[in-house]
């Protein structure tokens, strides 16, 4: 189940890193809509959740990842004005950045927190485990992704 997770992501991201946009915000809501599309897909099909549990999951997971976007296109625009400098960034450039992406980090933890809360709440232990575990292994894959083409700061 996990390999074909990963196979998926990679060969996803190794085609969308092929694409050279003319417009990076219009690259990113491109990258966007297919990884939400890609990630409801796999979520559907390892959970093989009942009628019965579709029904209260799904909305659920859909309101999470609207709150989601949001939070994360805050993280993106200040990563996106990182990009812009290729690593050449000055202290308080970068301090700033750093206190930004906390407060972002924080936001996102807090999101987090009341969706595994909903999920505790509305499925059993075992099903909400199991979708915080395929969500955590997605997310630390696009994270590597993102990370990957990231410029290094230069001192």
Do not use: C
Request: glycine fraction near 2%.
């Amino acid at each position: 189940m996990i390999n074909k997770i990963t196979a998926l992501f990679f060969f996803f991201f190794a085609a969308t890193s092929i694409v050279q946009a003319q417009n990076m915000n219009d690259y990113i809501e491109m990258v966007r809509a297919d990884v939400q599309a890609e990630r409801k897909a796999i979520m559907m099909a390892n959970t093989n959740l009942s009628p019965e549990e579709s029904e209260v999951f799904w909305p659920i997971y859909d309101e999470y990842h609207a709150k989601r976007k949001q939070a994360y296109s805050g993280r993106l625009e200040h990563l996106m004005e990182y990009i812009k400098t290729e690593g050449n960034i000055s202290d308080e450039e970068a301090l700033e950045l750093i206190g930004n992406l906390e407060a972002k980090k924080k936001q996102i933890a807090k999101l987090d927190k009341a969706y595994h809360k909903s999920l505790q709440k509305s499925l059993s232990g075992a099903r909400a485990l199991q979708i915080i575990q395929l969500e955590s292994y997605l997310d630390m894959i696009l994270q590597a992704q993102v990370m990957a083409n990231l410029p290094v700061a230069q001192p």
